[in-house]
Each structure stands twice: as structure tokens, then as C-alpha cells.
């Protein structure tokens, strides 16, 4: 009976070693109840599923969608040319802002990844590392480089960035300051 009304062995036994009831309510409170978000320093932040991202260290801002159904990132990408630097593959591509300034960036190719559509061709998309600011957390991510001209956001951002340091609310927008000047890459 003590068990269905949630009351566990723990408490009986204190409470059988006649403990005053404050120490065992600041007892049960330390040991069984979740840590709430003063206490958990590195706890995930809210985010709305579009948001300001900001590319770094060029302070590129672009919108961006937030999926969780994605695993990696991807940004819409024009004029995309590849060359050879050092032995290297590297890329040449353009992006416009979100106040739609064009910006040229020359990245090194990471990887070239696969990519499968519902009833269509694969297709092959280069993948560069960029440094992604949201919400203050900056992190150096996998991104491929895509035509997204038929979609509303030019960048969308998956698990692989989002996973451990943000939950997406899928009810909001634009919940997260966009400031990244105090943060350092990780």
C-alpha cells in the first residue's frame, strides 16, 4: 500500500528512525527530485524550430530550420566550384545573408556525402566543416553544400549540432539571442 501511494522504503525507514520530518523532506528533495536548471550547469536550451544562425568567424547570419528529423546540417550554396589547394579538394561557393549581402567562401572538403530522395536519383553533395553559432553555443559542424533554392530557409540544421545542447519546440520561432561574440569554438 505504501508503494501505490508513491511513499517509498527510504522514507519508511527514516521515518522509523524518528528523524524530524524537515530533515527528511530536505533529504528526499536532495536524493529523488529532478535537478532543475540552476542546478544543471550544462542543461539542453529551448529553441524555437527557426532561429538565427550565425556562420563564424564572417558573422554570416542566415535563418535557419531546425530539424530534428535531419541528422546533418545543410546550406543553400550558388556558384559552387571545387579546385585543388595543396593536394586538397576545396571548395568555392557563394551564400547570401540574411540581409542579402553575398558572401564567396572557400572551404576544404571534408567529405563527399550521398544524399537519397523519395523517388528520384542520389546525389553526391561535398561536405565542409563551418563554425555554426546558435543561441550562444558554438560549435565546428559537418555541413553539405546543396542547391536549397526551393526551400524557405537557406540553412537547416540537424541532430548532429542540436543533440545535447538544445530541445526544439516545435510551437515557437525565434526564442534564442543570437549574440556569439562572447563564446569561443568548441
Known amino acids: 500500500m505504501l508503494l501505490r501511494h508513491g511513499i517509498l522504503p527510504t522514507t ?4 522509523n528512525a524518528r528523524l524530524p ?11 529523488f527530485q529532478p535537478a532543475t536548471p540552476l542546478m544543471a550547469k550544462d542543461s539542453p536550451i529551448r529553441a524555437g524550430w527557426v532561429e538565427e544562425a550565425i556562420l563564424l568567424p564572417d558573422a554570416i547570419r542566415l535563418e535557419a530550420k531546425l530539424d530534428t528529423g535531419a541528422m546533418s546540417a545543410s546550406l543553400h550554396a550558388e556558384n559552387l566550384s571545387t579546385f585543388s589547394r595543396n593536394d586538397e579538394r576545396w571548395v568555392k561557393f557563394d551564400i547570401t545573408s540574411q540581409d542579402g549581402t553575398q558572401v564567396t567562401l572557400e572551404r576544404r572538403v571534408h567529405r563527399t556525402v550521398k544524399i537519397k530522395r523519395h523517388k528520384q536519383e542520389s546525389s553526391e553533395r561535398p561536405v565542409v566543416l563551418l563554425d555554426l553559432c546558435l543561441g550562444g553555443h558554438i560549435e565546428t559542424t559537418e555541413v553539405n553544400l546543396a542547391d536549397r533554392s526551393n526551400y524557405k530557409y537557406p540553412l537547416l540544421i540537424g541532430r548532429m549540432f542540436l543533440a545535447h545542447h538544445f530541445i526544439v519546440d516545435s510551437s515557437t520561432t525565434h526564442i534564442l539571442k543570437s549574440d556569439c561574440s562572447s563564446q569561443t569554438t568548441k
Do not use: D, G, R
Open 12 to 15: 519508511v525507514f527514516l521515518l
Open 21 to 31: 520530518v524537515a530533515f527528511i523532506l530536505t533529504l528526499w528533495a536532495a536524493l
